[in-house]
């Protein structure tokens, strides 16, 4: 049985799995719990690996092939993935992941699936939420899971979508507007390791007169104004005619993933 993932879920019971790279993992043993005890959600959103699990789960891979999945990664197989070559938008080749992705999924389109999903991804562009719920299911998942950087941006419907993580780490929220009136919600991102409770940047030790000179020879004002281009790209401009517009490269995307992420904290302090 096939569900359309626009529709409402029937109020109830929602699960939404968190980013958390290889620690998200640990969604197969709530997984299990959930079979064990006879519940089942009416709806399940996913962020990054949860988006992953999500799909497997709601795609009917039973929690235990899961498991051998998880324990029997050949990890030289996803070192193949790395592109040998300094890219332009991320360090895993795209059409390798899809494979990789396309080898794990019995099912091609959201609507294949035996339940609700949604997975959320981030414009990279604008900072926006953009939920993921129709259409092919590997493009989709390949947004979801593309942790600025590392994985290319995905272009889709006019923007650039990278891990759906920046903007909602735990996707409780696209439940809630699916309808699931209680939604279980798992967080597998670490605690960050608070050393001291002042952050501050030292005094730059004074320099001698003598490296002055060769230092800023090296440091031309055209490579400057170059490098700052690629981090910050238009700046305000209005985007470029579509034919024009290019995936960010990766200077910018790891400068505007900070941007977001600073953005999205100072907004629920």
Known sequence: MTHSANRPAKAGFGLALGSGAARGLA????????????????????????????????????????????????WRQLGRLIRPTFPTSGLVDSERLERFLAELLPVRAFGELQLPV??????????????????????????AVAF??????????GRFLVDGGLCHPVPVQPLRELGCTRVLGMCTIPEVDKRSHEAYVPSPRPRRQTLRAPLFGLVRAERVEKLWKDIWGRNGQPPSPEAERRPPN???????????????INALR
């Open 27 to 74: 969604h197969i043993g709530l997984l299990k719990v959930l079979e064990r005890e006879g519940i089942r959600p009416a709806a399940v959103s996913g962020t990054s690996i949860g988006a992953l699990i999500a799909a497997l789960y709601a795609a009917g891979v039973p929690t235990d092939d899961m498991i051998d999945v998880a324990l029997g990664v050949d």
């Open 148 to 157: 600025p950087g590392i994985f290319p941006a995905v272009p889709m419907q």
């Open 250 to 264: 990766i200077f910018r995307v790891f400068a505007q993933s900070v941007a977001i992420m600073e953005n999205q």
């Open 118 to 143: 949604v997975m959320t991804s981030t414009d990279i562009e604008t900072g926006e939420s953009v939920m993921l719920r129709q259409g092919e299911l590997l493009p989709a998942l390949r947004a």
